[in-house]
């Protein structure tokens, strides 16, 4: 969510040489960025951090749009004249996107407009005759996130006759995907793949932008489809639709409950019970699928 904001000042220095590090997914998105001289992967030790931060050179700018402890120590070690790093306790109201962006703006006092996201590809987008739809059940945050298996299973066999089916996950998500794969082989179905853990980030980008359709939780996989305008539903549980939905994205619908105890904002139901997630069924993303289908002809 932060590629709108990493847009905007690339529009204010359009020859600027911009050095990106982070986690190996935040940065994996980021190495196809025309501006990018170095994308590289920080280790989590702060002694590693600091040695980092040492080899690194000096820069005009320095952001960083983490709020953690540990991006605070590396800013400290950074050698730049003009540091900025972004705070929760700032920026707290609206889209993550906008917070992003009312962060940069502030640091330099400038005004950027509101933008799309924005993903840099080498590849073009994978050959394929069937339209595709892709399965995405997983979601770091936690397990409040996670729709169940068994009703992502009824989405994907519903909707065989018309998609390739796409199955996709990290290292753990494995799991979950499997348990799909399991429900599809019981009802029948063999146009699918499970990708869940077979498939590295700049991959992962390149099947999320070929498709035609995606289901999903609140998740990473969300905000790639909507750099691509994939047609989305997105599926909410306990987080604050306001700020994580899929951001300008013209194809997207959500799905969500509207109970008293939502959002709670918890990686685990406080309750026990997952009703945000437990009592939206098939049936009901099957009606937003078609709905969407009605209202974009991009999906045949």
Known sequence: MSTASIEGIVQLYPN????????????????????ATNVLEVNRSFFSLY????????????????????????KFFVSSERKYQYSNKQYFHGHQVEKYMQFVCDSINVSIPSRKLKIYKKNNNLNHIRPR??????????????????EFAKVAYELSDEYEVFIFGGPREIQIANDI??????????????????TNILELVD????????ITGDSGPMHLAAAFQVPTIAIFGPTRVEETSQWKNKHSVIVKKSLDCQPCMKRNCPLN?????????????????????ESFCSIK
């Open 273 to 293: 019970h997952h009703n945000c997630m437990r009592l939206i069924k098939a049936d009901e993303v099957l009606n937003e699928v078609r709905f969407l289908q």
């Open 133 to 150: 739809l892709g399965i995405n059940p997983g979601a770091s945050y936690g397990n409040a996130k996670r729709w169940y298996p068994e």
């Open 16 to 35: 600027a040489k911009i050095t990106f590090f982070g986690s190996s997914i935040s940065i994996g998105i980021l190495k196809n960025h025309p501006n």
């Open 181 to 198: 794969e399991k429900k599809l082989k019981e009802f029948g179905l063999n146009n699918y793949r499970n990708l869940a853990g077979k």
């Open 207 to 214: 099947y999320i932008s070929s498709l035609d359709l995606l």
């Open 51 to 74: 040695k980092f931060a040492k080899s690194l050179g000096k820069f005009d700018l320095f952001f960083s749009f983490r709020s953690s402890v540990r991006s605070s120590f590396l």
